[in-house]
Nanobody, 123 residues
Framework: QVQLVESGGGLVQAGGSLRLSCAAS????????MGWFRQAPGKEREFVAA????????YYADSMKGRFTISRDNAKNTVYLQMNSLKPEDTALYYC????????????????WGQGTQVTVSS
């Protein structure tokens, strides 16, 4: 009953920026924590960033801290990931995620996943 659709991925040179969007459809009066994960070929899925329903708290993986910013617009049912100072190692498939009961900082707490949007950073 919940759909997550990512957009905004693409090809960018190292040092550039991209802004990912995740359009969500969810039931009224639900409090979802939202997050972003990524997975590169041959590597396990890793946490990128998360934000609570009320925007009161944000969380970032250490490698993204200071470069990435997560935000959400509940009126538009959309969560964003602003990515600056991109590096080739940021190349991955980025997934939007939603957690109903818990936080969105670990895969085990995720209830819904998007299909992913590809981000490729050239050196």
């Amino acid at each position: 009953q919940v759909q997550l659709v990512e957009s905004g991925g693409g090809l960018v040179q190292a040092g550039g920026s991209l802004r990912l969007s995740c359009a969500a459809s969810r039931r009224a009066f639900s409090n979802y924590a939202m997050g972003w994960f990524r997975q590169a070929p041959g590597k396990e899925r890793e946490f990128v960033a998360a934000i609570t329903w009320s925007n009161s708290s944000t969380y970032y993986a250490d490698s993204m801290k200071g470069r990435f910013t997560i935000s959400r617009d509940n009126a538009k049912n959309t969560v964003y990931l602003q990515m600056n100072s991109l590096k080739p190692e940021d190349t991955a498939l980025y997934y939007c995620a939603a957690s109903v009961a818990g936080g969105a900082t670990t895969s085990r707490s995720i209830n819904y996943w998007g299909q992913g949007t590809q981000v490729t950073v050239s050196s």
